[in-house]
């Protein structure tokens, strides 16, 4: 068997010898007379057409066998027999055509990234001098330098020369770490590269103003002669790549330019209709191609974007009040694999844990952040170390190191990640505290200084001084991350990282992910936005951020604009409603409905999402004026009673809308989010499109969100979608909605009525056929 490059021109030469034969066949009568000229007389039918059609066969000819030639000569071999006065020698020079501002770009030197196999956006300046018209395309190269993915970019701003289009990077992968394909997956990641491809149309070029002069009479001959001459060179074009059935196309194009027994408008007609349209969209002839300089993407692994996080605390669960002693009774690993299956029944495919470290004894923080603890207070797990151990060790009181093991295990089992929050702070009986004590600040009267945030103080934590041994405690670090992930930890959860220096993280990431690329990292940083993007570029994987805040229409538009745009190639920003740390008055205030909705907007407006347990619960209760939680779970343990979910509901919707994120491959990116205007600023609508093209299935994959966000009031109002853009030629959109199971019908305005006691939002999938 020959070699592909081989099996390549054999096809080509068996296409050129049916195409010739079939030529042949049709050119043996004719039936019809015609004018060859302006202004000329008729001559005799027959012998013209016999004559024409005698050139254009033998010109057609001469083509098929130049055809096979040229793939002879060419083959493995670049096409031009000398170097072009355009070639680039240096990233600053520019080509024959001309490209520009290709995003997603590089920010202060820090590569994109990206989950394997998520859609995203391309965009780039082509353009070229003249008249001439230009095409151009988005490739994806693996990291092993082959093509992943070759996509037409559109022309969507002419006056600016701006394309844009998108393209996957790569096949949605599943696998985690934990299970026997991911070693396959594994090999897959890493950088890889995008260049944009931009090129000469002849094609278009030729066609726009051939339309204009055959209609005006006006150099027909020539400009016809330019068209044959153009196809010639498609029909033998290697670049396009050709099949048999596309060459017959062109040579009915080529039999008809060079048959000068027809009339000119015929002539044009045959190089100017449907199929050559959909031809040239798909494999047109590309002349003086041009790359850009390519983009190196960073592609990570699954649930690098595409995340569904639970968080409990593994002491709550399975807790329980002695009915003898009135005590509460807190849980462990043994009974915290509840948890774990409420966490998979309702979808979700990362459990979150708080610190699991021994808790300190000195200023232990007593209820809703009392100074002053009670006797069976738990303390604060953010209060770490004791006489039993810091970092590295259990906390004893939650079971053993075998125990947790165990609870690892069978979370794997589930199918379910488990990722555990590293906070870098102690309790003032924290063994470093006496090991390194050069590792805190010390205070004029020789005291080590607590953690504040006047006027807040955290008299249970000592935060770390990084100036003195920043080595030492990055080694140490190190050290105990690799201990949690020897025991199966896949990703750590880092609180407040802001509060440490960017370049600390970036050592520590980078010293992991040499050694471990799976593990991923968190970060809770609620902070200032250059901060939250520097921890990005450091090496956090994904970021809480400001959605618990965004409440009103305005603010949602904008920020599901901002988080699912160019910045997500940086920053993947997770959307939590709650946290032990964060109640906000919508929730307060808003009831069962508002739960519903802002559970819809987390799991619909971004790849990655979280809850907070006890949301199933409504707790809803501030502590005073304050956005937080009353009754904080992380000063107590929480005895909840769980069968009482089912009367309200939220558990079943949690459920329903990761299965709807699981189930449409639209949901998985964060470049493919479009805003919808609505006519209610108290509705807000928004959509997720994959093009058929990009699906692994071929069929196109389209999510509508319509979201009423008044809690206790009816809202109406006409949402407006532009058809075309989620490749609906015209007509009607047929939709499902999949809370309901209820079918409706749209065009471009459509009128929508929520109300929170029946429908607080609709998720509507498409069902018309747009392949």
């Not at 081989?6 to 096809?11: F, G, K, Q």
């Not at 044959?228 to 196309?249: M, N, P, Q, T, V």
């Not at 379910?416 to 090991?435: G, N, R, T, Y």
């Not at 690329?517 to 994904?542: C, D, N, V």
Request: hydrophobic share 40%; proline share 5%; charged share 25%.
């Amino acid at each position: 068997m020959g070699s592909l490059q081989d099996v390549h021109i054999n096809n080509a030469w068996d296409s050129a010898y049916t195409s010739e034969r079939q030529i042949m066949a049709r050119t043996g009568s004719s039936k019809t007379a015609h004018k060859t000229g302006k202004g000329k007389t008729e001559i005799s039918a027959v012998k013209a057409a016999s004559a024409s059609q005698k050139k254009a066969a033998s010109r057609s000819s001469k083509t098929v066998q130049t055809a096979k030639t040229t793939a002879r000569k060419t083959a493995g071999r670049p096409s031009a027999l000398h170097k072009s006065p355009f070639s680039r020698t240096f990233r600053e020079e520019f080509g024959r055509v001309n490209i520009t501002n290709v995003s997603p770009a590089p920010q202060n030197g820090f590569a994109p990234k990206a989950e394997i196999g998520e859609l995203i956006t391309v965009r780039a300046n082509v353009f070229i001098d003249g008249r001439t018209k230009v095409g151009a395309s988005a490739v994806i190269y693996t990291k092993t330098g082959t093509v992943s993915s070759r996509v037409p970019l559109t022309l969507a701003v002419a006056g600016l020369d701006l394309w844009e289009g998108a393209v996957r990077m790569g096949k949605a992968q599943s696998a985690l770490p934990w299970q026997p394909g991911f070693n396959a997956v594994s090999r897959k990641l890493g950088t890889w590269k995008l260049v944009v491809e931009g090129w000469k149309d002849p094609y278009a070029t030729w066609l726009h103003d051939a339309r204009i002069k055959i209609a005006a009479h006006d150099d027909q001959d020539n400009t016809l002669e330019e068209g044959l001459r153009l196809f010639e060179r498609w029909y033998g074009s290697d670049d396009a790549h050709l099949i048999k059935s596309e060459r017959a196309i062109l040579n009915t194009a080529i039999r008809a330019l060079s048959n000068t027994g027809l009339p000119y408008d015929k002539r044009l007609a045959a190089a100017d209709n449907a199929k050559i349209r959909a031809l040239h969209a798909s494999k047109p002839l590309r002349e003086d191609i041009t790359e850009s300089n390519p983009v190196e993407i960073s592609v990570q692994r699954p649930h690098s974007s595409f995340a569904a996080w639970y968080q409990f605390f593994p002491r709550s669960e399975g807790a329980y009040v002695d009915t003898d002693t009135g005590a509460i009774v807190q849980g462990n690993f043994r009974t915290a694999t509840s948890g774990l299956d409420r966490a998979k029944s309702e979808g979700f495919t990362i459990v979150y844990l708080p610190p699991i470290f021994p808790i300190g004894i000195t200023n232990r923080k007593g209820k809703n952040n009392a100074l002053t603890a009670a006797d069976d207070d738990p303390g604060s797990p953010f209060g770490i170390g004791s006489s039993f151990g810091g970092h590295d060790t259990l906390d004893p009181l939650l079971g053993t190191m075998e125990d947790f093991e165990q609870f690892v295990a069978h979370a794997h089992d589930l199918g379910i990640e488990v990722a555990l929050d590293f906070a870098l702070q102690c309790s003032p009986d924290h063994p470093w505290v006496k090991q390194h004590p050069d590792w805190f600040r010390i205070r004029p009267d020789g005291s080590i200084a607590f953690a504040e945030n006047p006027p807040k103080k955290y008299q249970d934590i000592y935060p770390i001084d990084f100036e003195k041994d920043m080595p030492g405690i990055e080694k140490e670090v190190i050290r105990i991350l690799e201990l949690w992930i020897s025991k199966g930890v896949t990703i750590f959860r880092v609180d407040n990282p802001h509060t440490k220096p960017v370049r600390f993280w970036q050592d520590v990431i980078a010293a992991v992910t040499r050694k471990h690329p799976e593990i991923l990292f968190l970060a809770e940083a609620f902070t200032r936005p250059s901060m939250m993007r520097a921890l990005a570029y450091a090496g956090f994987t994904q970021s809480h951020c400001y959605f618990p805040w965004r409440n009103t229409g305005e603010e949602l538009n904008e920020y599901l604009a901002e988080t699912n745009g160019d910045d997500a190639f940086f920053q993947h920003n997770s959307f939590w409603p709650t946290t032990p740390d964060i109640l906000t008055a919508y929730l307060r205030d808003n009831g069962i409905a508002g739960h519903a909705v802002r559970a819809v907007l987390a799991a619909m407006g971004s790849p990655s999402w979280g809850i907070y347990n006890g949301y199933e619960l409504i707790e809803n209760v501030q502590r005073g004026q304050v956005e937080e939680p009353n009754d904080n779970e992380k000063y107590e343990i929480k005895v909840r009673d769980w069968s009482k979910a089912e009367e309200y509901g939220i558990s079943t919707l949690l459920a329903r809308l990761n299965e709807i994120r699981n189930t449409h491959p639209a949901a998985r990116s964060y470049h493919d989010l479009h805003v919808l205007s609505t006519a209610n600023p108290n509705i807000v609508a928004f959509y997720r499109h994959l093009p058929a093209e990009l699906a692994d299935d071929g069929k196109a994959d389209t999510v509508i969100v319509v979201v009423n966000l008044d809690g206790h009031n009816a809202q109406q109002g006409s949402v407006h979608i532009e058809l075309a853009d989620i490749g609906i030629a015209g007509g009607e959109l047929h939709l499902r909605d999949e809370l309901t199971g209820r079918s409706f019908t749209w065009g471009y305005d459509n009128y929508v009525s929520l109300a929170p006691w029946a429908d607080v939002a609709h998720v509507l999938t498409v069902s018309n056929s747009t392949d």
